[in-house]
């Protein structure tokens, strides 16, 4: 027990790790962007954000987490790998429309270059999560952090180099990061072939062709999982696109995006911990039920901490720190800032039990819950953003983080009091019971 312990704290440590670093790239483009261009320019980064990220999640079908969560073997490889090479292609023609739309709409071309480089770049991130996911099957989170790593810097050199050139050479700052953008994105292409397919492949492709109808069987499986992804992120990207649609609304996004973009770190740390206990967490939960009690409860522990010192942080030190990181216009939203902050240290514990519901394959309740948030953000973005449009998107992210907390501790108590009324002996597979309806009821 102890090995498998110092095992899963070296993953813990390589998964916050890998994507520490790509979130602090993130972060650092934010800073670049306004500091070196405008808040118009973060808002536009976020605004094809806001529309790249439900596309792709949708016909993403969260397969790594259902690979993952799959202990049973019901579907080799080759069925993910071929399911998820059909859904990437029907989101890069769904959002080629989109690119296509916003062209025929907008008359700032280099705003347009933008929102296309980002749909480009999350394809490229749709088509490595799978190739994540074999990583993290064989608990090799080493492999997932080089990758993330490598993408986090593909993603902040480009925009390091051209923006400050931009401002101090008089160059047109909204050109510089559309350019910025396109190298990013090309990077990511070549990152795909050139690290995740060479290390993920050998281990997980059999070589053989994967029938439709197993193809099918898996997305039909899966839906519920793009459904939930989707909609978690439309929780974001609802209310951001409102911002954008207000007078003035892209530079008000881009000081509400540039506000949520600290909130990152901590959210890193719970999300990239809960990956990283996730096929632990699956086993766990259908063959030893204490040890699945004590590994949750350390994960929600650890959220718990994390929140905690976030806040305190923030009240403490929060102005001085916007006011470094970006310019003292952002400092002045402080008040705003903390709404946020306590928005994400709630969401800290929702993650880690997210997951969890995931790798108790409770699947299909999970989308009906998450119908229920959105509708609960709807309306709360419907009632404060048009008033007031950074203080109410603000309100509206607290809003979702109560109502989405709530609902998931429930579901993970449903699931284990109904785990508790059942002998398994082993995980689940083809024929494993459906916690699904009992977990709903």
């Given at each position: 027990m102890n090995h498998a312990s110092r095992s899963l704290r070296v993953n813990m440590l390589f998964a916050i790790g890998g994507m520490g670093l790509y979130s602090l790239c993130q972060l650092l483009v934010t800073a670049l962007l306004a500091k070196f261009a405008s808040a118009r320019a973060v808002g536009d980064y976020a605004y094809g954000l806001a529309v790249s990220s439900p596309v792709v999640l949708l016909f993403s079908l969260e397969l790594r987490g259902a690979f993952v969560a799959d202990v049973g073997g019901e579907f080799p490889y080759s069925v993910y790998r071929r399911l998820r090479n059909a859904a990437a292609a029907a989101a890069a023609v769904c959002l080629a429309l989109v690119v296509a739309w916003r062209a025929l709409r907008d008359v700032d071309a280099p705003a347009v270059a933008l929102l296309a480089c980002i749909c480009a770049a999350k394809i490229a991130?749709?088509?490595?999560?799978?190739?994540?996911?074999?990583?993290?099957?064989?608990?090799?989170?080493?492999l997932v952090a080089a990758a993330a790593a490598l993408r986090g810097l593909a993603l902040l050199a480009p925009f390091a180099v051209l923006l400050p050139a931009a401002a101090y050479t008089?160059?047109?700052?909204a050109t510089a990061t559309a350019l910025a953008a396109g190298i990013w994105a090309a990077s990511w292409?070549?990152?795909?072939?050139?690290?995740?397919?060479?290390?993920?492949?050998?281990a997980a492709e059999s070589g053989r062709p994967a029938p439709w109808r197993d193809v099918r069987r898996l997305a039909w499986q899966t839906l519920p999982l793009g459904v939930v992804a989707t909609v978690v992120n439309l929780c974001d990207s609802l209310p951001r696109l409102l911002i954008?649609?207000?007078?003035?609304g892209r530079e008000a996004l881009g000081y509400y995006a540039a506000l949520a973009y600290v909130t990152l770190a901590g959210n890193l740390v719970a999300i990239q911990a809960s990956n990283a206990a996730a096929n632990r967490l699956s086993l766990y939960y259908w063959q030893d039920r204490a040890a699945f009690v004590r590994l949750l409860a350390r994960l929600l522990a650890t959220a718990l901490t994390l929140g905690a010192g976030l806040c305190v942080a923030a009240w403490f030190a929060g102005e001085w720190f916007l006011r470094v990181l970006y310019r003292s216009d952002y400092a002045a939203h402080h008040s705003e800032f903390m709404i946020i902050i306590a928005a994400q240290s709630l969401a800290l514990m929702t993650n880690v039990l997210g997951v969890t519901a995931t790798q108790m394959r409770l699947f299909m309740v999970q989308s009906w819950m998450q119908a229920l948030v959105l509708a609960a953000t709807l309306v709360a973005a419907l009632a404060w953003i048009p008033a007031d449009p950074l203080?109410?998107?603000?309100?509206?992210?607290?809003?979702?983080?109560?109502?989405q907390f709530v609902l998931y501790a429930g579901c993970v108590a449903g699931g284990l009091v109904w785990r508790s009324k059942r002998v398994i002996a082993g995980p689940p597979g083809a024929l494993a019971p459906d916690p699904e309806a009992h977990a709903a009821g």
């Open positions: 991130w749709q088509l490595a999560e799978l190739d994540w996911g074999a990583f993290q099957r064989r608990e090799r989170l080493d008089g160059w047109n700052p292409w070549l990152i795909l072939p050139m690290f995740e397919r060479r290390r993920a492949a050998p954008a649609s207000q007078p003035g203080r109410g998107a603000a309100l509206t992210a607290l809003t979702r983080a109560v109502v």
